[in-house]
């Protein structure tokens, strides 16, 4: 391990995520995150601030679903040390509504809320919000990634196969 600091990790992480350098940011973000891991286990109050700002950059970078894992993460540490009501969980919460509403505008769903999945069931975005304010991750990562990945594999889509 690097002899650095995690709290200089960190700091050398947000100054290069505020810089706009994000390869940069997430280097330091992941080797502060190793470095914390090794030292104080999965579910310190650091490592789920790490994690957060990994979800930053990767939702910067456009990695949708690598984002939200982070942030899933995160926020379940949060919520198990500090609680479902605090700031810093609810900072999390709306880290990933924001990058969901940001992938329903990206997907062209907009208003629409039921997308035809590949396995011929209605795959709700609503549903996958709700499931994620319920704690339900595992399964509102299911549903999003489902309709993400209709949606990006079906950019033709006419009007009779969206709801």
């Excluded at 709290?7 to 997430?26: E, F, H, S, Y």
């Excluded at 891991?37 to 999965?42: A, E, K, M, T, Y």
């Excluded at 979800?55 to 939200?68: F, H, I, P, T």
Aim: net charge negative; hydrophobic share 35%.
């Amino acid at each position: 391990f690097s002899q650095r600091r995690v709290p200089d990790l960190v700091k050398n992480g947000q100054n290069a995520l505020i810089n706009g350098n994000n390869d940069d940011a997430l280097n330091y973000f992941k080797k502060a995150l190793k470095r914390e891991r090794h030292l104080n286990g999965d579910g310190s109050i650091l490592a789920a601030r790490i994690l957060h700002n990994i979800g930053l950059v990767l939702a910067s970078n456009g990695e949708s679903l690598a984002a939200m894992n982070s942030f899933e993460e995160a926020l379940h540490i949060r919520q198990d040390k500090l609680g479902p009501g605090s700031e810093e969980s609810a900072e999390t919460t709306a880290q990933m509504i924001k990058l969901l509403d940001e992938i329903r505008i990206q997907s062209g769903i907009g208003e629409r809320k039921f997308v035809k999945g590949n396995n011929g069931t209605l795959v709700d975005i609503d549903v996958g919000t709700n499931l994620l304010e319920w704690g339900e991750y595992d399964e509102a990562e299911r549903v999003l990634s489902e309709c993400l990945d209709f949606v990006t594999s079906n950019k033709e889509a006419t009007d009779d196969e969206i709801l």
